[in-house]
């Protein structure tokens, strides 16, 4: 049924597009190639924007014709969303210069290996092969959106959207070097904190200035006091910078602060140190503005669904062979959209490999097929009766 050197092939041709963020004629390319293909297994397709924002489409499919055909406004419950995006991290023009290689350990290197095109395509592959054995008995939407590596900030609202009518989801995301799948993910949210001081001449002028940088480095131990790891709480001070020169006292700093975590709860507290720390500087001439940078996202958490479709998982893996362990990691998805909404979610179900965002992005081919039967065997065992 399945066949590794059609794939390979396929993620060879994908791979050669420079998809890179809001690569306009790259991402294009990319939802071509994926809508003609499912139009011609007969399936329903869309393409949609958000804000009219034209280098960020979003490419539906369903077998769901209902509504004229209108997936996004469609009534209809879904069974499964399945989830991938079409776009990379990697510059412009980075494909010309790096095709895609397999070495004799079966190891593919190539831009967006693995994140994410070869998850949209074994996605793609299990539709595909599972409608010619007439196994699709359930409605699925296939979610492919272009702005997934710079944060979602055109297309999260669409999975908010598929959320509130889905039961199950699978995020074709790498799967782990070690072949795991990823059950859990931290949320995040981004502070940029900003301290206003009093410039002055640091030698005629010393005592009459107010020290920016001092004041806000007298917050980075109340920041990281709350870090808690038995928690999964993490504050990482990603960035510091201000001052100009030796001669004068800085009247500016400021700090970049990615918050990840797994309760809610500690969300709450961070904030209200953001905001006694915008109330109670240490030097009252100085004050402080904090603001949250980009799209918060909530953690991917396990819900009563979730816990059905990793019991699923586990039967499947029975009778495929397929190791079916799973990790907590820190990175985001889309996924945490959708299991925010109470959808039970299953991450890394696209191929394995590691690198991610490096030259050194890797897919382990031997992980394709396996990968496929333990996903085919998971959606016969929740929708065959």
Not at 264 to 271: L, Q, S, T
């Amino acid at each position: 049924m399945f066949n590794l050197d059609e794939y390979m092939k396929d993620l060879t041709e994908i791979c050669s597009y420079d998809s890179g963020r809001y690569n306009k004629e790259g991402v294009y390319q990319m939802v071509d190639w994926f809508k003609s293909r499912y139009e011609a297994l007969g399936m329903n397709t869309q393409v949609i924007w958000m804000d009219d924002h034209e280098e960020a489409p979003l490419l539906i499919v369903s077998n769901d014709r209902s509504n004229g055909g209108d997936i996004l406004n469609s009534k209809t419950p879904v069974d499964v969303l399945l989830i991938s995006h079409l776009d990379t991290v990697f510059d412009t023009e980075t494909v010309k210069n790096w095709p895609v290689t397999v070495d004799e350990n079966g190891i593919g290197h190539g831009p967006g290996v693995i994140d994410c095109k070869g998850g949209s395509l074994l996605a793609y592959y299990l539709i595909r092969e599972m409608l010619a054995a007439g196994e699709v008995n359930f409605t699925f939407v296939h979610a492919m959106n272009t702005d997934e590596e710079p944060g979602s900030n055109y297309s999260q609202h669409f999975f908010q959207h598929f959320a509130e009518r889905t039961k199950y989801c699978l995020v074709f995301e790498p799967g782990r070097a070690n072949d795991e799948f990823v059950g859990v993910r931290k949320g995040g949210v981004k502070y940029v904190i900003k301290a206003h001081g009093i410039g002055a001449h640091s030698g005629a002028d010393f005592e009459k200035g107010a020290n920016a940088i001092v004041e806000l480095c007298k917050w980075i131990p109340e920041i990281t006091a709350l870090i808690d790891l038995e928690k999964g709480t993490t504050l990482n001070i990603a960035k510091i910078e201000g001052g100009l020169n030796n001669g004068q006292v800085p009247d500016l700093a400021e700090a970049a602060v990615r918050l990840l975590y797994l309760d809610p709860g500690e969300v709450d507290k961070v904030n209200a140190l953001m905001v006694r720390m915008q109330k109670e500087p240490f030097d009252k001439r100085c004050h402080l503005e904090v603001e949250i940078k980009g799209i918060s996202r909530p953690p991917m958490y396990i819900t009563e669904n979730t816990k059905t479709l990793f019991a699923a998982l586990d039967k499947a893996g029975a009778k495929t062979g397929v190791d079916t362990s799973w990790v907590t990691t820190g990175g985001m998805s889309d996924g945490n959209w959708v299991a925010h909404h109470g959808v039970g979610t299953l991450d890394g179900c696209g191929p394995c490999g590691a690198g991610l965002h490096t030259k050194d992005e890797y897919i382990k081919t031997a992980s394709v097929e396996p990968r496929f039967n333990v996903m085919r065997q998971l959606l016969l065992d929740l929708f065959t009766k």
